[in-house]
């Protein structure tokens, strides 16, 4: 099994929005609506910022939005701000009763 | 509110056998609704699901195609805990291992450890 499909990295200005997307396959994030996205900050523990595709947890800002169509889904920040930059992983549950990483992205606020 | 911690060794020598164990506040490992797991984050292989145990009606777990047949994660409902074993360890096994929540159709993370490294080296 390999690791979903993320952008290595990406940037955006102040204000912006930026999207990251998660390609995986029809045994993973296609088959299912259990993708989610965590943010990790170096040497921080990951936080889960969006579960079941697009569902935001308590306390997250609806700046973070989530979306899949087909086998990619996508988080999209809006408004970015400098607290913004950190690691984002996505995560998928596969047909196999498994969890599936992406790679990570690292984003930057330029 | 779940809380995790854990604790093990920070070394383990080549071919030995990697332990951590993750005790549990705010659930119980029993919970017919909860699912407890072993993650780990290295700079080559990024995040890493290794597998998870849970109680649905008996015990079972699933693991990790990469780590599959040198993995087992076991509950201790005396303690309210639960442990990762990782037989005949590499280099290749040096990272930050996580324990983490997750549950019946919850299959997301919320709830982490505070993470451990462990390096393999002699």
Redesign the interface.
Known sequence: ?S?LTQPASVSGSPGQSITISCTGTSSDVGA?N?V?W?QQYPGK??K?MI??VSHR?SGVSNRFSGSKSGNTASLTISGLQAEDEADY?C?S?TT?????????TKLTVL | QVQLQQSGPGLVKPSQTLSLTCAISGDSVSSNTAAWNWIRQSPSRGLEWLGRTYYRSKWDSDYAVSVQGRITITPDTSKNQFSLQLNSVTPEDTAVYYCSHSGYFVEYFKYWGQGSLVIVSS
Do not use: E, K, N
């Open positions: 099994q690791a299912h259990y989610s965590y523990v990951p889960l579960y079941d947890p992983h995560a549950y196999s009763r498994t969890i599936m990483f992406g790679g990570g």
